[in-house]
């Protein structure tokens, strides 16, 4: 047979006399403490819970690899099953220490398998958030690989860049034939006031130009279109305006 089936065989034959061993022992014990219960006192259909939450705290214990509390679980046991078979022999009497001392082992329970879960949950936790890394195997008789020295990066000084310089715009256009387009006088604005805090030739230079460049757009167009601060009406009395002096320079 294989040396590796024979390992397995052996494993698993193993295995079950552990789980026989266990489960004997805990029969065992479970059968004590049950009989130390009743005996100090506890309902004979409760008592069976007595046994059952010491021993699962036990396995409890040894699942977690807790040193501290699988001491404290084997001392309850052997306690627990002495005082049984001592009480059965009517080797020690019944009093108020030994019922208050065997009361106070499932309380006792309640708070060692509290700290066993925060103990495995704080366990996990940083097992998730910090798993180990691990080390890369070098096979046997082959030499680690040798580490190059880091190489020295030069350090480039910052060179000082000019700012952009924005360039010159005139302030009118030239013409088609090269001369600079005739700039207009501002004319007052021929309808009342205008709104308060923008006077009446800043309201004309701005929609008049957008307008004659525009002519397609209506007033609410001009406005949203440009960001006037100029109300809509406004902006529809200028362009009236400026129509009725074009005509008027188109008809002279």
């Known amino acids: 047979m294989h040396p590796q089936a024979t ?37 004979w259909r409760l008592a069976v819970f007595y046994p059952v939450a010491l021993d699962a705290y036990a396995i409890a214990a040894f699942k977690v690899h807790r040193q501290l509390d699988t001491a404290v679980a084997i001392g309850l046991m052997i306690v627990c099953n002495s005082l049984s078979h001592l ?5 020690i009497p019944e009093s108020n220490e030994l019922t208050i001392a065997v009361s106070a082992v499932p309380p006792l329970i309640l708070w060692r398998v509290h700290e066993l879960d925060a103990f495995l949950t704080k366990t996990m936790l940083k097992a998730l958030f910090n798993p180990p890394v691990p080390a890369e195997a070098t096979p046997a008789g082959v030499p680690a690989p040798a580490v190059a020295p880091p190489v020295p990066v030069p350090v480039v000084e910052p060179v000082a860049v000019p700012a952009p310089v924005a360039p010159v715009v005139p302030d009118s256009p030239a013409g088609l034939d090269g001369l600079a387009a005739p700039v207009e006088e501002p004319v007052r604005f021929p309808y ?10 800043d309201v004309w230079d701005v929609v008049v130009p957008l307008h004659r460049n525009h002519p397609r757009l209506s007033a609410p167009e001009l406005k949203e279109r440009f960001n006037l601060v100029p109300s809509i009406r406004t902006i529809q009395r200028v362009v009236k305006a400026a129509k009725g002096r074009d005509n008027v320079l188109i008809a002279v």
């Open 7 to 43: 390992q397995l065989q052996s494993n698993r034959a193993m295995r079950v006399l552990v789980w026989i061993c266990l489960g004997s022992a805990i029969a065992l014990c479970a059968t004590g403490e049950y009989h130390m219960a009743v005996e100090v006192g506890y309902d």
């Open 87 to 91: 009480l059965s022999a009517g080797q």
């Open 192 to 201: 009342g006031v205008a709104p308060t805090g923008i006077h009446q030739e």
